[in-house]
Nanobody, 122 residues
Framework: VQLQASGGGLVQAGGSLRLSCAASGRTFSDYVMGWFRQAPGKEREFVAAISWSGGITFYADSVKGRFTISGDNAKSTVYLQMNSLKPEDAAVYYC????????????????WGQGTQVTVSS
């Protein structure tokens, strides 16, 4: 099982980025896909999640209204559209998978991708 995250980069405050997480190695139709982030010296924190089966989404309060998580079943890929980025959004972003429910605790996710760095300049 592999989760491959991509799309990070350097952006100015107020700008946008779209992260992608491509899943392979098994069927993820009954899984929840989540995005987490970790800034230097801080714990890994939940950002957003989506359930493949029901299309249910959930967001951390800090990103609600600015970030959108979506999925493309045909491509087994989950996206995180990040708009109105702030310096405090800068972190390494990770995608992860678990089943069956959306949870916000990182240690409860079964599969993890490598991180992708997001840097936001003020």
């Amino acid at each position: 099982v592999q989760l491959q995250a991509s799309g990070g980069g350097l952006v100015q405050a107020g700008g946008s980025l779209r992260l992608s997480c491509a899943a392979s190695g098994r069927t993820f139709s009954d899984y929840v896909m989540g995005w987490f982030r970790q800034a230097p010296g801080k714990e890994r924190e939940f950002v957003a999640a989506i359930s493949w089966s029901g299309g249910i989404t959930f967001y951390a309060d800090s990103v609600k209204g600015r970030f959108t998580i979506s999925g493309d079943n045909a491509k087994s890929t989950v996206y995180l559209q990040m708009n109105s980025l702030k310096p405090e959004d800068a972190a390494v972003y990770y995608c992860a998978a678990r089943r069956p429910d959306i949870l916000t605790t990182a240690r409860l996710y079964e599969y993890w991708g490598q991180g992708t760095q997001v840097t936001v300049s003020s």
